[in-house]
């Protein structure tokens, strides 16, 4: 079975930065291209960022391109998303997302908070 | 960026027919995905390449695409069919490269 879970929210300061996780299982994870997506309080869901099975490719959203980092770590099958001069706009639920197109499977998501 | 546009909410009695539109320019030569969303939970996908539907998921549950709509059609709806739909498109052209419809509630009655 599938399984994609999260880590690393919390409450942060603007300006703040914070390390979320995504311990994947169940399949063969160096094989899949993975994403985060986000979801404010109350909205939609927001493609965040991705990167490709070995991690040599990276792509992202224009509203964390610069402050955001994504990454990943095939002998740990782990997902990381680096969170870096975080603002209030970024507090949201953020999900990992498995495959290319679509996105198949996803995380029960962790929340997080940019507040003073 | 590529804008696809959703109504924000569809309410339906049980067992009847509930119809979720997806607008977008010339979608219909863009494939499309759907994602159910029940509150507090994770986004589930439930249509995929216009009318594809994943493992476990209901036969009552159908997508289409065509021109500037896709469809995505719930038949015989029962109340755990509650929650968020939201389309999404892959557009390599686009910047994003993904993107969400707004999402539709649908609310059965």
């Known amino acids: 079975e599938v399984q994609l879970v999260e880590s690393g929210g919390g409450l942060v300061q603007p300006g703040g930065s914070l390390r979320l996780s995504c311990a994947a299982s169940?399949?063969?994870?160096?094989?899949?291209?993975m994403h985060w997506v986000r979801q404010a309080p109350g909205k939609g869901l927001v493609w965040v960022s991705r990167i490709n099975s070995d991690g040599s490719s990276t792509t992202y959203a224009d509203s964390v391109k610069g402050r955001f980092t994504i990454s990943r770590d095939n002998a740990k099958n782990t997902l990381y998303l680096q969170m870096n001069s975080l603002r209030a706009e970024d507090t949201a639920v953020y999900y990992c997302?498995?495959?290319?197109?679509?996105?198949?499977?996803w995380g029960q998501g962790t929340l997080v908070s940019v507040s003073s | 960026s590529y804008v696809l546009t959703q109504p924000p909410s569809v309410s339906v009695a049980p067992g009847k027919t509930a119809r979720i539109t997806c607008g977008g320019n010339n979608i219909g030569s863009k494939s499309i995905h759907w994602y159910q969303q029940k509150p507090g939970q994770a986004p589930v996908l439930v249509i995929y390449?216009?009318?594809d539907r994943p493992s476990g998921i209901p036969e009552r549950l159908s997508g289409s695409n065509s021109g500037n709509t896709a469809t995505l059609t719930i038949s015989r709806v029962e109340a755990g069919d509650e929650g968020d739909y939201y389309c999404?498109?892959?557009?390599?052209?686009?910047?994003?490269?993904?993107?969400f419809g707004s999402g539709t509630k649908v609310t059965v009655l």
């Open positions: 169940g399949f063969t994870f160096s094989s899949f291209w």
């Open positions: 997302a498995r495959k290319l197109d679509p996105m198949d499977s």
């Open positions: 390449h216009d009318s």
């Open positions: 999404q498109v892959w557009d390599t052209s686009s910047d994003p490269p993904y993107v």
